[in-house]
């Protein structure tokens, strides 16, 4: 069975930095696309990065030069460094992975997801 387990959210205030980590199990996600979504109370679930099976990667507009989504494929894990949190951040982030090599920005591309991580953001 596949999960996704993310790890690394918190309370923190606005400026800081948080590290998300997203360990995968029952596959190898190699050579496979990776994302990072994140939902707030009463929200959509949003796009926020996204990594492909080649490590082109792609971001929200309004995370660019903020965030950074890598991955380790000997750990089979997906990172995502949050620099310069803002309120607007404040949401559970899930990661997101897929069956595939490409990246998408929709929630409907991907096959497997997390159980979420709480990350706030105070202002």
């Known amino acids: 069975q596949v999960r996704l387990v993310e790890s690394g959210g918190g309370l923190v205030q606005a400026g800081a930095s948080l590290r998300l980590s997203c360990a995968a199990t029952?596959?190898?996600?190699?050579?496979?696309?990776m994302g990072w979504f994140r939902q707030a109370p009463g929200r959509v679930r949003d796009f926020v990065a996204a990594?492909?099976?080649?490590?082109?990667?792609y971001y929200k507009d309004a995370v660019k030069g903020r965030f950074t989504i890598s991955r380790d494929n000997a750990k089979n894990t997906v990172y995502l460094q949050m620099t310069s949190l803002k309120p607007e951040d404040t949401a559970v982030y899930f990661c997101?992975?897929?069956?595939?090599?490409?990246?998408?920005?929709?929630?409907?591309?991907?096959?497997?997801w997390g159980q979420g991580t709480q990350v706030t953001v105070s202002s």
């Open positions: 997101a992975g897929r069956d595939g090599y490409a990246l998408f920005t929709t929630t409907d591309y991907y096959d497997y």
């Open positions: 990594i492909s099976g080649s490590d082109s990667t």
């Open positions: 029952g596959r190898t996600f190699s050579g496979k696309a």
